[in-house]
């Protein structure tokens, strides 16, 4: 038990993140957005997705790069179908600028290992339960509140992340809390 205590002194001296992302097929085809295909997916094969997502900065520093771990679970939804996606990664994060409380950053994480609790969904063939999660987001953080829009893509190999023998997924919003 001692130990158990001892590991978890350090928790706080992680910035820590947990963010709830959200896609909805009717919400994303009212917009412009639709207009521009960001993905080689069709848009059809997604209803909606779920994602909770728990991050925490590995350099805690005031530097513009940061390095992030994190973790996440995440449920799409498509042709009366659902798959369950759990991922653990690790990121880079690139905040150039920070004005007053308001802070934009890019974030890019590769090969982040996946575990998928089933192959298909609907007519989408993943090709195996254990894949590869990369995805690139971009976002800002205002005081300690965030907002995000990110691409996720899974792979079997990093040479097939974001080829036409990967699934990319459409852009996801994230909302969360810094803290």
């Known amino acids: 038990m001692y130990r158990l205590i001892f590991a978890l002194m350090f928790v706080p001296l992680f910035s820590q993140e947990i963010m709830f992302s959200y896609f909805d097929k009717v919400q994303y085809n009212e917009t412009k957005v639709s207009e521009f295909d960001f993905t080689t997916m069709e848009k059809e094969d997604l209803d909606s997705a779920f994602m909770l997502s728990y991050n925490y900065a590995i350099n805690p520093t005031t530097s513009p790069l940061t390095l992030m771990g994190g973790t996440s679970v995440a449920k799409w939804n498509g042709y009366y179908d659902e798959i369950y996606a759990y ?30 609790s089933k192959q298909t969904l609907g007519d989408l063939d993943f090709g195996s339960k254990v894949l590869y999660q990369h995805y690139i987001s971009a976002g800002v ?16 190999s990093l040479p097939t992340a974001f080829t036409s023998s990967s699934t990319t997924l ?10």
């Not at 890019?106 to 996946?114: D, F, L, M, R």
């Not at 953080?141 to 079997?156: D, Q, T």
């Not at 459409?170 to 803290?179: D, E, H």
């Open 141 to 156: 953080k205002i005081a300690s509140a965030l907002i995000e829009a990110r691409l996720i893509n899974y792979s079997e």
């Open 87 to 116: 991922s653990t990664y690790l990121s880079a994060r690139l905040s150039p600028i920070s004005i007053l409380i308001c802070s934009p950053y890019v974030e890019v994480s590769i090969a982040g290992p996946t575990y998928l």
């Open 170 to 179: 459409p852009v996801i919003i994230s909302v969360g809390l810094s803290y």
